[in-house]
Every structure is written in C-alpha cells, then in structure tokens.
C-alpha cells in the first residue's frame, strides 16, 4: 500500500544546462490525491505502508504558451522534422542489430536508405555539430572546456534557432549525458537553445543512485531509470511531443547511447520498441507530415574488429535513412527523384543540416551553408575534399598493405609517438602524464585515393557541384598505421603523409582501444588530451 508520494520538479540549472535543480516541490496522499503539474521533469519518491521508498523519474512534454503563440507557415516549411539518432550504428551494424526495423522502414516506409553516407570527424560531437549547424567544431568559437576565452554554446548557429523562427517547437534529448556531445568536452548551454531541453531529466537520474555523476547512466541497472527502460523513455518524448503540440510544427532530436555505446550488442534490445514505436507513428497519422531521419552518428570505433578493413569502412559508413509521407512524391517530384539518385553518393552530415535549411527556405535552395548540399538536390559524383570529410576519415580510399619493417613505415611510427609526446609537453601535463614509447607497429596500409581524390584543386562553380582536376601530386606518400604503445597498451590509428623525405602527421588521429580511467588525473582539467594521458 503507498502512504505517500513526494513530488519536486527538476529543471534546467541557471546558467548551467550541464545541471539540473529541484525546484517546487509537494506531497500526494489519502486527503490530496492528484495534483497538475505543467512541467516536462518530474522526480516522485513512494513511500509505501511498510516505510519502504521508491524513486522514479517521469519525463512528458508540457505546452509552453510563448511556444502555442509563434505564427507559422504553409507548405514544406510547416513539415515536422524528426531525428531518431543511434551511438556506434554503422550501415552494415544497423542491418546486423535491427532488422525488423530495417525492413519496416524500407518495406513499410519505403524510406530512402543512403549507402554513401559518411562521417566528418572522429566520434560523436563532430557528427551532431554538423547536423545541428552545419559548421565543424574548428569553424565555430572556442567552447572547450578550460581552454582560454571558451564560452558556452548559446551563441552558435544552432538550426534550432531557425526552425524556432518559422513557428516550430524545438527539442533536444540524449540519454548519455556523462559523455554528452555537447557536455562532455564543450561547455555545454548556459541557456539551451531549445524549447523542450531534456538533459536535466538524466542528471537528476544519475545523482538518485549515485553522488559522482561521472559514473555515467551505466550506473541504473539494465539499462533502466527507475521502473522505465531508458530508450522508451527517449522514444516516449517523440510521441508526447506530438500530443502536446498537435497544430504546431515540431523540430526534435533524441539520441541514444547508453545501448549502444559502450556494449554494440546490446542494440537488438530496442529492436521490437523501436519497431513499435515506428507502428504508432504510421498508426497515428503522425508521420502524414513528417520528415524523419533515423541515423548513426559513426560506427564501431573501438575494438579489433577496427584492426580490419571491414572495421575501418565501417566506423566510417553509419547509417542513414530518411523517410516522408506518402504524398511527398506528388509534391515535391523534382526532390525525390533526387533523393533517389543521392542514396548512392558520398553524403555527410553537413548535407543533412543543408537540407534541413533548404525546407525552411524552400522555393529557395539555401547558399550558405559551406560544403553541405541539400539532398533533395542533385548532388552528382563527388570527393571527400569537395564534401568536407577529412582525408583519414575518406572512405573513398584503396588501401594496400605494407610491410611494416619498410623504413617508411618505422619512420612514420617514430613521427606519430613524437607527435603525441609533443602534445603531452605542449600542455605541460609530462608530470601526470606518461611519456609513450613504442611497442610494436601493428598494420600499415598505403593509402590510395581515387583518381578524382588525387586530382582535385577546387571547385569550378560558385555552388560546389562540379570539380576543377589538376595533375596527380608526385614524391607524395600516404600511409595510415596502426601502431601499440607503452606504458598504456594504447592503440592508435594515424594517417601521415611523407614527401621528400619529410613526415606530416595528420593531427585527425583515432585511438581505438577503450582506455577507461587512464587519464582519470587530467580528465577534469584537459578533456581534449584524455586519448594520450596515461596518469602516472
């Protein structure tokens, strides 16, 4: 029998949308039965009879009036934009682990799903800063932590803000909130950019079972908060949004990570919610005017299947679907013949952002939008060059083994070691830090690209789409090794380039074991060095 139940409201932090607060707050029983709460988070405390309590966590999207009074448009302006996004889902891992789901939003949808779709960085925070705002992390103000001048994110070019302006209601949720793409290594929002902002419902989760937030999500058992199994929570959020806001045109994220981040099988878990999910938005009619994107933000990045060549192209190929109502085609048919044509072409998700853009200034096709193009243009043959995907993250690549006793090789290896050894001193962590030496070099691949990778000078139009071929470069090498070190029994992968003798390390580099708590003594002070750090 329950005697009691405490009620407090969790909300976003002032000035910190890494921490949540619990605000108002009061006490359900026999004489106050029920109480209406207008707010998205909630913790709730049950106190049976017997004197036992029980803590549990209820997240529903709430009617904001300032969100209920923006005036919106017509047309493809007014379509709900949703992404559905997955940690570590490669293409080929999505088929693997989910494939009722694959086959229900390729027979059932008849989603456009793309074979060419790329990654422009190493992890998860590169991925969503392309979606999100169509800029690379280099391009955007400093927001690191601890680094000189960083600021929050507030400011930056969120799409949110965009889609804001033209009526929609906006919302941002991931349930991974110690390695949060924005939080983790950024600073994070001091005032979020969204609407509805649901990071603090995680928060507020981890501190009931633990003091240490850092432990991570991983620390509610079986991938539950509370009574509740966490990518249900997630998916619950898409499907309230759509109850709370029935007239209003509804932008929304939700990413999952905690099953699939750190245990790859694990995803098969969410296959038949996932599915269910899908049936109730088709069901529903919740789809009827929806663009939805389900994606991978990368594939596996750690592991030794990352010692493969299959790994390599699969860290580099997530997934990517993209699904629209049944009348779309009638429509818009000048878009989705293109859509059709683009499924087999080098994509990234700077393309995603273009063409989010591109629904809210269509008839016009958006411009400034650097090297994304929207895919419901025609985006014809491109390189990894022209499409902003870095060179050792291209898998447009022919790679050939190499002996890894050729000098080129040895020397290349010494270069990576020097090159990570510089970045240790350069931030004076040599007294935390270990020093790497050289256990053993793994693999060596020469690393080919296409002729039209080889080739490529520029653009020859102002919009991007056609290349300008020059001559192959000549004395130019490209290796990329997987080398082990000592004392952390790291592995990393590197691409350098040798010419004339000399060795450019590409500073685009992957460390592809887990390296859990090494860095446990740097990781408050110097996120962006924990892939090096081996605390003495």
């Known amino acids: 029998m329950i005697s009691k139940v405490a009620w407090q409201v969790v909300k976003v932090k002032p000035g910190d949308g890494s921490k949540f607060i619990l605000s108002s707050s009061g006490i359900l029983n026999q004489e106050k039965p029920q109480v209406t709460i207008n707010e998205d988070m909630i913790r709730v405390d049950v106190t049976t009879t017997s004197g036992r309590i029980q803590t549990d966590f209820h997240l529903k999207i709430s009617p904001k009036a300032d969100v209920l009074k923006r005036p919106t448009k017509k047309g493809l ?10 940690d570590s889902t490669a293409h080929s891992h999505f088929q693997r682990k989910l494939r009722k789901v694959y086959k229900f939003l390729k027979d059932d ?11 422009v960085g190493d992890g998860t925070t590169p991925a969503l800063l392309a979606l999100l705002t169509g800029k690379k992390e280099e391009e955007l103000p400093e927001g690191r932590h601890r680094m000189k001048g960083a600021k929050c994110l507030d400011d930056w070019p969120w799409i949110f803000k965009d889609f804001q302006k033209n009526g929609y209601v906006t919302m941002f949720n991931e349930d991974e909130v110690d390695l949060g793409a924005f939080t983790y290594r950024l600073m994070g929002f001091c005032n979020p950019p969204m ?9 507020a989760g981890i501190s009931a079972v633990t003091s240490w937030f850092k432990v991570g999500i991983g620390s509610l058992k079986g991938h539950c908060i509370g009574s509740q199994a966490i990518h249900n929570v997630s998916l619950e959020m898409v499907r309230s949004m759509y109850e709370t806001y029935p007239k209003t045109p509804k932008f929304g994220m939700t990413f999952f990570s905690d099953i699939c981040h750190s245990r790859l099988n694990d995803l098969s878990l969410m296959e038949d919610d ?14 009827d005017n929806t663009i939805l994107v389900t994606f991978g933000d990368h594939g596996i990045r750690f592991g030794s299947i990352r010692s493969t060549v299959i790994g390599k192209m699969e860290e580099r190929l997530p997934f990517l679907s993209i699904t629209l109502p ?5 429509t818009y048919p000048e878009f989705v013949e293109n859509l059709r044509e683009n499924i087999d072409v080098l994509s990234s998700p700077l393309d995603v952002h273009a063409t989010f853009r591109h629904v809210l200034s269509y008839p016009s096709v958006p411009t400034d939008v650097g090297y994304g193009r929207s895919l419901f243009t025609k985006l014809g043959e491109r390189v990894c060059k022209e499409t902003g995907i870095p060179t050792h993250f291209c898998p447009c690549m022919e790679w050939k083994p190499v002996d890894v006793n050729h000098n080129h090789i040895k020397k290349s290896a010494q270069a990576i070691l020097d090159y990570i050894n510089g970045l240790i001193k350069k931030e004076n962590l040599v007294g935390k830090c270990a020093l790497l030496g050289l256990k053993e070099i793994k693999s060596a691949v020469k690393v080919i690209p296409n002729e039209d990778v080889q080739t490529f000078e520029k653009s020859a139009d102002e919009d991007g789409r056609k290349a300008s071929q020059g001559t192959k470069p000549k004395g130019v090498c490209h290796y990329q090794l997987q080398i082990g070190t000592v004392p952390n029994n790291g592995i990393f992968e590197a691409t350098v380039q040798l010419s004339s003798g000399s060795v450019m390390v590409n500073k685009q580099m992957s460390r592809i074991d887990r390296y859990g708590d090494q860095p446990k003594c740097i990781v408050e002070t ?6 090096y750090c081996y605390c003495q």
Do not use: C, Q, T
Request: proline share 2%; net charge positive.
């Open 326 to 330: 049944d009348w779309f085609e009638n």
């Open 195 to 203: 609407d509805h902002y649901l990071l603090p419902y995680w928060y």
């Open 77 to 86: 302006a007014s379509m709900n934009v949703i992404m559905v996004g997955l």
């Open 526 to 531: 110097h996120h962006h060095m924990r892939e």
């Open 109 to 119: 949808l008849k989603s456009f799903i793309f074979n060419g779709y790329s990654i």
């Open 274 to 287: 996932l599915v269910r999910f899908l049936k109730l938005m088709k069901e529903r009619h919740y789809l």
